[in-house]
């Protein structure tokens, strides 16, 4: 192993590195064209979780969500797939007149299938809490 003696710092990053490899690492890791090529993957990584962290509605409830959790809202509130979830820009124009409006379009896309007020316990909507006969892991009585 090598010996912190060997050991340099680089002046630009501060990085710790083998003293032979310090030209290679300035060259390779610091040259113009690799600080510009770093610089646009930051700026599309920052505007990618710009986008991910604005405020969607949702056309099924209305509520606002983040973009980045509007499939897994609707996977888990709504019981749609994926592929059933739309995701429209977000103009600040309602798409729909009404709620009436929005609720018609909506049986229809997801089909006969969908109903509204389903007690089946395997139906994706509906979540259970608690442990085994509602005692959980305190199994005083």
């Known amino acids: 192993m090598d010996s912190?003696?060997?050991?340099?710092?680089?002046?630009?990053?501060?990085?710790?590195?083998?003293?032979?490899?310090?030209?290679?690492?300035?060259?390779?890791?610091?040259?113009?064209?690799?600080?510009?090529?770093?610089?646009?993957?930051?700026?599309?990584?920052?505007?990618?979780?710009?986008?991910?962290?604005?405020?969607?509605?949702?056309h099924v409830c209305n509520c606002q969500i983040k973009s980045k959790n509007l499939i897994d809202h609707c996977a888990k509130t709504h019981g749609l797939y994926p592929s059933q979830v739309t995701q429209a820009t977000n103009t600040g124009k309602n798409r729909f007149n009404s709620s009436r409006e929005r609720e018609a379009f909506w049986r229809e896309k997801l089909g006969p299938d969908a109903k509204e007020d389903q007690q089946d316990i395997f139906e994706k909507k509906l979540v259970l809490n608690g442990g085994t006969y509602g005692l959980g892991k305190n199994r005083k009585h």
Do not use: F, G, W, Y
């Open 4 to 58: 912190p003696s060997e050991l340099v710092e680089c002046p630009k990053c501060k990085v710790l590195i083998r003293s032979h490899r310090l030209k290679k690492h300035l060259k390779k890791v610091h040259s113009p064209q690799a600080e510009v090529l770093r610089l646009t993957a930051e700026r599309e990584k920052m505007a990618k979780k710009e986008i991910d962290n604005s405020l969607v509605i949702c």
